[in-house]
């Protein structure tokens, strides 16, 4: 094989394996693609990946911020909403106020993300995703689902650690064992912590996925984020975010 190609095809393991790739520049020749350099020592290095949250400084900024926003409405809007939706969904359906799954979170980790229940007590729930018109949703999980409220619990994983505010969306194991087969650099998507809202949501990117094309445009748009990230899109995200509940969204289901 060319060395070229050679330590490209290294280069595609290790993002698909969640691992950071650093080479000399002696044997890093032809990449066809951007690279940054970097000094251990005396010694230059070629980083194959860089991101803003790769810097000690912004994961401390934006944890901050995580933390001041999400204990805050923990703590002054929450317990009205959980007080409110939970009563809801125990006098219309039965089974728990909450509904938690087994999630991928950050450098591949798995973690227990909370929502408030929108559907009847299944069997499915950790394979399938939700459709339009699907019959495991209960009449009032249809709004909660349809304004984003079933997400409000999310500010517990926030605050726990697990998430931040904004990020590329937690997918169910089965979905990611099975994307990260699929799609190239999909694993890249978990370097940082998902999020409750992300850049892709905020541009049409959420709902069902019926072709692999649209969960590709996902991981393009989440992977676009990690390295153009700044405190400023993420309130930007925020904003908009706010903005398409306000609205409504069509593939909010």
Same mark, same amino acid.
């Given at each position: 094989?060319?060395? *070229?190609?050679?330590? +490209?095809?290294?280069?595609?393991?290790?993002?698909? $394996?969640?691992?950071?790739? $650093?080479?000399?520049?002696?044997?890093?020749?032809?990449?066809?693609?951007?690279?940054?350099?970097?000094?251990?020592?005396?010694?230059?290095?070629?980083?194959?990946?860089?991101?803003?949250? *790769?810097?000690?400084?912004? #994961?401390?900024?934006?944890?901050?911020?995580?933390?001041?926003?999400?204990?805050?409405?923990?703590?002054?809007?929450?317990?009205?909403?959980?007080?409110?939706?939970?009563?809801?969904?125990?006098?219309?359906?039965?089974?728990?106020?909450?509904?938690?799954?087994?999630?991928?979170?950050?450098?591949?980790?798995?973690?227990?993300?909370?929502?408030?229940?929108?559907?009847?007590?299944?069997?499915?729930?950790?394979?399938?995703?939700?459709?339009?018109?699907?019959? #495991?949703?209960?009449? +009032?999980?249809?709004?909660?689902?349809?304004?984003?409220?079933?997400?409000?619990?999310? +500010? %517990?994983?926030?605050?726990?650690?697990?998430?931040?505010?904004? *990020?590329?969306?937690?997918?169910?194991?089965?979905?990611?064992?099975?994307?990260?087969r699929l799609i190239d650099k999909y694993m890249v998507r978990h370097f940082i912590k998902p999020g409750v809202t992300g850049w892709a949501q905020t541009h049409g990117f959420r709902g069902e996925t019926r072709e692999l094309s649209q969960m590709e445009e996902r991981v393009k748009a989440d992977i676009w984020y990690m390295e153009h990230w700044t405190m400023l899109?993420? %309130?930007? %995200?925020?904003?908009?975010?706010?903005?398409?509940?306000?609205?409504?969204?069509?593939?909010?289901?």
């Amino acid at each position: 094989m060319e060395e *070229g190609r050679y330590n +490209f095809s290294i280069m595609n393991y290790c993002e698909n $394996h969640l691992l950071y790739f $650093h080479g000399v520049p002696n044997v890093c020749k032809g990449f066809p693609r951007r690279i940054w350099h970097s000094m251990v020592g005396n010694m230059p290095i070629l980083n194959l990946r860089y991101e803003p949250l *790769g810097k000690m400084e912004n #994961r401390m900024l934006k944890r901050m911020f995580d933390v001041v926003f999400s204990g805050f409405f923990l703590v002054t809007v929450f317990p009205f909403v959980y007080l409110i939706v939970g009563s809801i969904i125990k006098l219309t359906s039965p089974g728990p106020v909450f509904f938690k799954q087994m999630r991928t979170g950050l450098n591949g980790v798995d973690f227990v993300c909370y929502k408030f229940r929108s559907m009847k007590v299944n069997d499915e729930a950790d394979s399938k995703q939700a459709t339009a018109d699907d019959p #495991r949703k209960t009449r +009032f999980g249809n709004f909660l689902r349809r304004s984003n409220i079933d997400e409000l619990p999310q +500010f %517990i994983n926030v605050f726990r650690g697990d998430m931040s505010i904004v *990020g590329p969306r937690p997918h169910m194991l089965a979905h990611t064992e099975t994307y990260a087969r699929l799609i190239d650099k999909y694993m890249v998507r978990h370097f940082i912590k998902p999020g409750v809202t992300g850049w892709a949501q905020t541009h049409g990117f959420r709902g069902e996925t019926r072709e692999l094309s649209q969960m590709e445009e996902r991981v393009k748009a989440d992977i676009w984020y990690m390295e153009h990230w700044t405190m400023l899109l993420d %309130i930007y %995200i925020i904003y908009k975010t706010i903005a398409n509940v306000v609205v409504g969204e069509k593939n909010a289901y």
